[in-house]
């Protein structure tokens, strides 16, 4: 019997967005958007401690809540880091406006990521074919800070519905963030495929959530599988067409 697929979903970071080619790394990614904020504190008469501190201080806030977020899959949130940092630099957070500092924050596609080419042929393709699309991604930043990047990469208008686990407050695999797309989306879980890249993450939850699981392994990851096994692999987002057209017509294994 055919399965009635009728969503699929995919995570971002190098499932849709390569960032092979990333020409910032690590701390230095959100640094670049943290010392715009510390500038405006600066000039709005805060008194804050040496700029380098303040950018050690949240490096150190991030990866702390990072780690303890990653015990029960919460989700943490740019805000709540921010927060954190301002406290421990002596600022009255209650003071601040936090919307404000967001976009003071100023977040900005990564140089060197770019969409994978044949993600926007491939959206297209599935989107004239009538399925809803989402998106599902594992980041701090509230989704309006993504959609920044998903229309500069021209993918924000495939995508029907987005999160981020920060907004949500929990993360890949936990299956509170998979429900939640799912009910934007309308559908139960057996009605859509993810896609992502990462086995402990998008595809555990996935297969735990009773979605169709599809691991993606672009050339510059090779994450073990420790125990998650995807329903499909593929190796660029086109190989996606011809597994739901046999999960669609149900001549899976001809
Ligand atoms: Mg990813």
Partial sequence: ????????????????IDWSGQE????????????????????????????????DCF????????????????G??????????????????????MDTLL??????PVPGVRPYPDAIPTLETLR????????????MQPMWM????????????YLDA???????GYMKPHPAIYQRILDMLEVEPAQAVFVGDRPENDIAGANAAGLTSVLIRPPHRNYELNGSQPDYTIGQLSELLPILEKLETGRLGD
């Avoid at 943490?76 to 406006?97: C, F, H, N, P």
Wanted: glycine letters at 8%.
């Fill in 1 to 16: 019997m055919a399965n009635q697929i009728t969503a699929v979903i995919f995570d971002l970071d190098d499932t849709l």
């Fill in 24 to 55: 910032i790394h690590g701390a230095a990614i959100g640094q670049r958007h943290l010392r715009q904020v510390y500038a405006y504190l600066t000039a709005q008469g805060h008194a804050l401690p040496d700029e380098e501190d303040f950018l």
């Fill in 59 to 74: 490096g150190e806030v991030l990866v702390r809540l990072w780690q303890q977020a990653k015990l029960t899959w919460a």
């Fill in 76 to 97: 943490v949130s740019l805000a709540q880091v921010i927060t954190q940092t301002l406290q421990e630099s002596g600022l009255d957070v209650a003071q601040m406006d």
């Fill in 103 to 108: 976009r003071v924050y100023n977040w900005q």
């Fill in 128 to 139: 004239e074919q009538g399925y809803k699309l989402g998106l599902v991604t594992n980041a």
């Fill in 146 to 157: 993504r959609d920044v990047e998903l229309e500069t990469y021209g993918l924000l208008p």
């Fill in 162 to 168: 987005r999160v981020t686990s920060g907004d949500t």
